[in-house]
């Protein structure tokens, strides 16, 4: 077990009367962004939005989808099981041009898409940033998509977008195919408004930015998770189901059955 989360097992005292999700939501919170604070107000930050919209590189993506019909200067096309018109100029065959800004798809956070059609078939990475403030966040976000776009990396990114939950270790997350992680290391170096602080579960590239493995974790309640929200899950289960038995070893169990690594948990068992 890495050095960081053993420490953070060490020293964490448990109350057995919590619930699960209400201590998985607890270690979330501490060990993995760090932000400790109660939810402010969940109403969108329209004016945060806007400034980190105008640093985004890009105006559109590519996704495939099936031509149904045309009208009056538009395609009907379906996308995941939904028809949508778009005007002609922006449909080529079966790939459509549209927004690369995504503003409500995550809750608290401004979703981009590459410019180049990001259809994931491998696993995928997250890597994480920790930016403190508000103010340098649209510089930072900017910097991590130009780097991103120039290497012709397909990606997905989001950023926070409410200025009162600043700071976060995963204020800044983007999702890569495999190779990529680097390239936001790099691309955030000497920032101003980059932490030092990273998440315990995820395995640190430089002061501030992490990565980790997507969960692949496909038990029941388990699926859909984020890395974070399954790690903290998981930890949580072990730590009301201890017992007489040391923590560490029912950890260990735990992550295992998880299909964690448990001497690495930001990586996932591979599959024998």
């Known amino acids: 077990m890495r050095d960081r989360l053993a420490t953070a097992l060490s020293t964490l005292t448990v109350d057995l009367t919590f619930a699960v999700d209400d201590l998985a939501d607890g270690l979330y919170a501490q060990l993995h962004t760090g932000h400790t604070r109660d939810r402010l107000s969940p109403k969108r930050d329209r004016q945060l939005e806007a400034l980190l919209t105008a640093a ?42 549209v927004p690369a800004v995504r503003p409500a798809l995550s809750p608290g956070f401004l979703y981009v898409t590459s410019s180049r059609p990001a259809e994931f078939t491998d696993a995928l990475q997250r890597v994480y940033v920790h930016v403190t403030n508000a103010d340098d966040a649209p510089e930072v ?38 190779l990529g992680a680097d390239l936001v290391a790099s691309a955030v170096l000497g920032l101003p408004g980059i932490g030092t602080e990273t998440s315990v579960f995820a395995d640190e590239l430089a002061p501030g930015v992490a990565v980790a493995e997507e969960p692949n974790d496909t038990r029941l309640g388990m699926s859909g998770l984020s890395f ?33 690594d448990p001497a690495n948990p930001a990586r996932n068992l591979v599959a024998s």
């Open 56 to 97: 985004v590189p890009h105006e559109t993506t590519t996704v495939t989808g099936v031509l149904k019909g045309r009208s009056a200067g538009r395609v009907l096309v379906e996308l995941d099981d939904v028809l949508v018109w778009f005007p002609e100029d922006t449909v080529e065959g079966e790939h459509v041009r």
């Open 141 to 178: 976000w900017r910097a991590v998509l130009t780097a991103l776009e120039r290497a012709e990396v397909t990606y997905h990114a989001k950023i926070l977008s409410r200025r009162e939950e600043y700071p976060r270790r995963d204020a800044l997350v983007v999702y890569l195919p495999g």
């Open 228 to 260: 974070g929200q399954h790690r903290s899950r998981v930890l949580a289960q072990a730590l009301l189901h201890t017992g007489e038995e040391p923590r560490e070893l029912v950890v260990a169990r735990e992550f295992t059955l998880a299909g964690i």
